[in-house]
């Protein structure tokens, strides 16, 4: 059989998801892709904010151990255009729209500050077992700035399903309820869930 013949598996949803905003108005739809390099988050987070519309389309890009390899954003703010392109580069770098993000070198992962879809990545990228916790300092892009910036992060997994959260530089604590791909399903005071499927 020609190389050119061998069939590709192509990429599969595990799971949707459509979340609810609590401090605002919106909502979040989002999709666990599996494909054979890695895992893929695509969803669109629409919203008011400070009586703006809002439309953000995001796309972060893991390798098969959940090691964040790249997030893209497109949409707009208002009447403001987004596009922004963050990848990891070698020596635990990131990079935003090219330019160096020093802030961030060391963070596994990327956090998204306007949707609780990237909350999946520590969560599988560190597999705790209940009773166990771990730091996740994360490269955070913030909202509404869209800069990049260290968001330091703590999960202890409480149960099954369960972990106590803390990010401590935006005063957030919380019980965040997972589902088993790993969504946040409860995200007490931001996000509920509306659809999982």
Known sequence: MDVAEIPVPAPRIVQAILWRRLDRPGHDACALWRADAGWRLSGTAVFVFAGRPCHLAYVVQCDVAWQARS?????????????????????????????????????????LGFTPATNMLPVRRLALRPGDAADAPAAWLSFPELALARLAQHYR???????????????YTGTLVVSDAG???????????????
């Open 183 to 197: 969504f946040v399903t409860t995200y007490p005071g931001l996000w509920a869930v509306e659809a999982l499927q």
């Open 71 to 111: 997030a893209q954003v497109t949409g707009w703010i208002g009447p403001d255009a987004v596009a922004l392109i963050m990848a990891a580069v070698p020596g635990g770098r990131w990079r935003l729209n090219g330019a160096d993000q020093e802030q961030v070198t060391g963070c596994a992962d990327i956090d």
């Open 157 to 171: 997994r409480v149960g099954a399903d369960q972990y106590a959260y803390q990010a401590p530089d935006v005063g």
